[in-house]
T-cell receptor, first 113, second 113 residues
Framework: DSGVTQTPKHLITATGQRVTLRCSPR?????VYWYQQSLDQGLQFLIQYYNGEERAKGNILERFSAQQFPDLHSELNLSSLELGDSALYFC????????????FGPGTRLTVL | GENVEQHPSTLSVQEGDSAVIKCTYS??????FPWYKQELGKRPQLIID?????GEKKDQRIAVTLNKTAKHFSLHITETQPEDSAVYFCAASQNNAGNMLTFGGGTRLMVKP
């Protein structure tokens, strides 16, 4: 157990819908990262937050957004869902926003029908 | 941006043999190189990492080597066991405004008893 929690574990929804994925980092970690893992794209970085502020952006679609709250938990919002958004979404956390070990949560499996 | 190539994509070894997985990276500014092990449907787990100020690091049966000049790093697993069977990912990161991980495509390691 990495100490990073994610809810829900599984999510099944329809195209065009909107969902919210939640992540709680390890105690003391200020930085949260979101990654998408699909069969054809591998593990891809989406976005990073550090102490409530957006720090870096990767291959995140405009339909996706995220935020980090004062208690440091983070939410990833996915809207206008398409079949291709079906994937495992992982959250990771690290102590600070610099080069440090990232510990991954158990992931949320999103299935878009 | 950074690009990480990983080889081979699949690797089958006999129990007790050694396994070697190789990665190359493109950005000479990258200075942190973790390796993750991922079992089917589970989260990536950090197994070992190396920073650019060292050339080799060992932890029991696993070791990682780094050649900054050639921009490549490798994972070595000795005395493989069936429980080593998993997908292994290498990654690269920089210590800058955002230290997101850029992952290689993964290597599926199968250890045959």
């Amino acid at each position: 157990d990495s100490g990073v929690t994610q809810t829900p574990k599984h999510l099944i929804t329809a195209t065009g819908q909107r969902v919210t994925l939640r992540c709680s980092p390890r105690s003391g970690d200020l930085s949260v990262y979101w990654y998408q893992q699909s069969l054809d794209q591998g593990l891809q970085f989406l976005i990073q937050y550090y102490n409530g502020e957006e720090r870096a952006k990767g291959n995140i679609l405009e339909r996706f957004s995220a935020q980090q709250f004062p208690d440091l938990h983070s939410e990833l919002n996915l809207s206008s869902l398409e079949l291709g958004d079906s994937a495992l979404y992982f959250c990771a956390s690290s102590v600070v926003g610099t080069t440090n070990e990232q510990f991954f949560g158990p992931g949320t499996r999103l299935t878009v029908l | 941006g950074e690009n990480v190539e990983q080889h081979p994509s699949t690797l089958s070894v006999q129990e007790g043999d050694s396994a070697v997985i190789k990665c190359t990276y493109s950005d000479s500014a990258s200075n942190y190189f973790p390796w993750y092990k991922q079992e089917l449907g589970k989260r990536p787990q950090l197994i070992i990492d190396i920073r650019s100020n060292v050339g080799e690091k060992k932890d029991q049966r696993i070791a990682v080597t780094l050649n900054k000049t050639a921009k490549h790093f490798s994972l070595h697993i000795t005395e493989t066991q069936p429980e080593d069977s998993a997908v292994y990912f290498c990654a690269a990161s920089q210590n800058n405004a955002g230290n997101m991980l850029t992952f290689g495509g993964g290597t599926r390691l199968m250890v045959k008893p």
